[in-house]
């Protein structure tokens, strides 16, 4: 009589970094990119991070993977000293994503904080990577890749979960953000984005806290300064930047900029240089 193949869903061949790091207000990481998965949960503060082209915007219990060969950055947002915790491995069975940013409760945070302090006992580290399996570290080494692959499984179903429950407000981050994204010259308002939404703005407002744990126009403003930074990395001077951007007044722009930024535009050309 045969038996039910279960087949797998996930299976974590090898980890290549497993650390905890606090993150300075001013903490900016320029990027990378690698053959082999990455995920990032933040524990505490919130950070902006890059997959690619797209931005997003994380808080306390939310997480994002990185697929292997995606350029991706990482930054504090908010004027916050986050807290993250990072895992990177390789895996020759993943389960299908439906999207990037992946919601985890305090049980599973509790569980990760666990696995994490019992990873010293059985790796071997060389800074941040995770070198070698100690000689008496085995049983636990297979203990955590067990706990470290329901962990992922968790994240992708509550992530399937959620979906199912709020395909609409799904749909309406996704609108609003694009409006965002295809016009950083217009400086819209939330009521412009909740009316070209169909929805109010209280509504669209509660959607954004949902999904990125800032407002709306928190959003757009970063979403504004980063590309900013862009133009200004790619050798625009202020005031092109400024009127690429839709700001006519080339100090409100640096006004603007200083206030979401940290530092005026030219401090930030002059960093650049540096």
């Known amino acids: 009589m045969n038996g039910c193949s279960l087949g797998k869903i996930i299976s974590i061949d090898s980890l290549h970094t497993f650390f905890k790091s606090d993150f300075k207000k001013n903490y900016?990481?320029?990027?990378e990119k690698h053959n082999f998965w990455e995920i990032v949960f933040v524990t505490d503060g919130t950070v902006g991070i890059t997959a690619e082209d797209e931005i997003f915007v994380l808080g306390s219990g939310q997480a994002v993977i990185h697929k292997p060969d995606e350029?991706?950055?990482?930054?504090?947002?908010?004027d916050t000293n986050p807290t993250?915790?990072?895992?990177s491995f390789d895996a020759s069975v993943f389960p299908k994503l439906?999207?990037?940013?992946?919601?985890?409760?305090?049980?599973?945070?509790?569980?990760l904080e666990e696995v994490y302090e019992m990873s010293f006992k059985c790796f071997e580290?060389?800074?941040?990577?995770?070198?070698?399996?100690?000689?008496?570290?085995?049983?636990?080494?297979?203990f955590i890749r067990l706990q470290l692959e329901l962990l992922i499984?968790?994240?992708?179903?509550?992530?399937?979960?959620?979906?199912r429950k709020g395909v609409r407000s799904a749909e309406i981050f996704a609108s609003a953000v694009k409006i965002m994204e295809d016009s950083p010259d217009a400086g819209y308002c939330i009521d412009d984005i909740a009316a070209m939404c169909s929805i109010s703005p209280a509504y669209l407002k509660k959607i954004f806290v949902k999904y990125t744990g800032c407002s709306v126009m928190q959003y757009y403003s970063r979403l504004r300064a980063r590309i900013a930074c862009g133009y200004l990395d790619n050798g625009r001077s202020v005031k092109e930047t400024a009127l690429l951007l839709g700001f006519n007044d080339q100090n409100y722009f640096s006004t603007f900029f200083k206030r979401v930024m940290g530092m005026s535009p030219t401090d930030f050309r002059?960093?650049?240089k540096k």
């Open 153 to 163: 499984l968790s994240l992708v179903h509550k992530q399937e979960t959620t979906a």
């Open 125 to 142: 580290r060389e800074g941040i990577k995770v070198s070698s399996v100690k000689p008496n570290g085995k049983i636990d080494a297979e």
């Open 270 to 272: 002059k960093n650049i």
């Open 71 to 78: 350029f991706h950055k990482i930054w504090s947002e908010f």
């Open 98 to 111: 439906d999207g990037r940013v992946f919601h985890f409760d305090s049980s599973s945070h509790k569980k």
């Open 28 to 31: 900016v990481f320029k990027g």
């Open 84 to 87: 993250v915790i990072v895992l």
